[in-house]
């Protein structure tokens, strides 16, 4: 079946704008997770919807990111004001539960995100 | 809050030779992940290892975890060109999965 999804899957943006990013998970998936990859880094942790329940948004590193998801469907991912620090590829995943000792994530393909 | 760190970062191996990437963490892990993630690509699964004295084989990469140690390991053996990548290794601290910084595989003829 199809994998997770991401678009667009190269941003270039100017510095001060503000940008969306989205990802379609794998149908049935109930659990998402957003990931930020610096450069030459591992992934690290942004957020996470499962379900209905309030997200986890412990990983967010300013206020000025923020993700919303439409019931167990699409997430978008926005970033106002764009810093050149938030230059990144932005990974989703997806998994059938929220419990990672139990259902492994499958990851889409990422958005290369680039402020200039 | 569990921490997982990676070494060697960078490894660059000739062809046919054998070697092994060490993940170490922090805390307890239900799960170790490896992943591979090829130049401009995203992660791929590669092995999922439960308990303590895991192991999992796939052509030339084996996995291992030793849960008393808070250790797992990626062995390479007999390394051909197709195995370049960076792998890393992730556990899972609550829900989210925490990755170590990568290894940057390099296989050279």
């Known amino acids: 079946g199809a994998g997770v999804s991401q678009s667009p899957s190269n941003k270039v943006t100017e510095k001060g704008k503000d940008v969306e990013l989205r990802c379609d998970p794998i149908?049935?998936?109930?659990?998402l997770y957003w990931y930020r990859q610096r450069l030459g880094q591992g992934l690290e942790f942004l957020i996470y919807?499962?379900?209905?329940?309030?997200?986890?948004k412990s990983g967010l590193p300013s206020d000025r990111f923020s993700a919303e998801r439409t019931g167990e469907s699409v997430s978008t991912l926005t970033i106002q004001r764009t810093q050149q620090e938030d230059s990144a590829v932005y990974l989703c995943?997806?998994?059938?539960?929220?419990?990672?000792?139990?259902?492994?994530?499958?990851f889409g393909p990422g958005t290369r995100l680039t402020v200039t | 809050e569990l921490k997982v760190e990676q070494n060697p970062l960078f490894l660059s191996m000739q062809e046919g030779k054998n070697y092994t990437i060490y993940c170490n963490y922090s805390?307890?892990?239900?799960?170790l992940y490896w992943y591979r993630q090829d130049p401009g690509k995203s992660l791929e699964s590669l092995f999922v290892?439960?308990?303590?004295?895991a192991v999992k084989q796939e052509g030339r990469l084996m996995a291992s975890l030793d849960t008393k140690a808070r250790l797992s390991t990626l062995h390479i053996t007999a390394a051909v060109h197709d195995l370049s990548a960076t792998y890393f290794c992730?556990?899972?601290?609550?829900?989210?999965?925490?990755f170590g910084k990568g290894t940057r595989l390099s296989v050279i003829a």
């Open positions: 995943a997806s998994s059938l539960a929220g419990d990672s000792a139990t259902y492994e994530q499958y």
């Open positions: 149908s049935g998936h109930t659990a």
């Open positions: 919807f499962q379900g209905n329940s309030a997200p986890d």
């Open positions: 805390t307890t892990s239900d799960r």
């Open positions: 290892l439960l308990s303590n004295g």
């Open positions: 992730a556990g899972t601290g609550n829900t989210p999965l925490v």
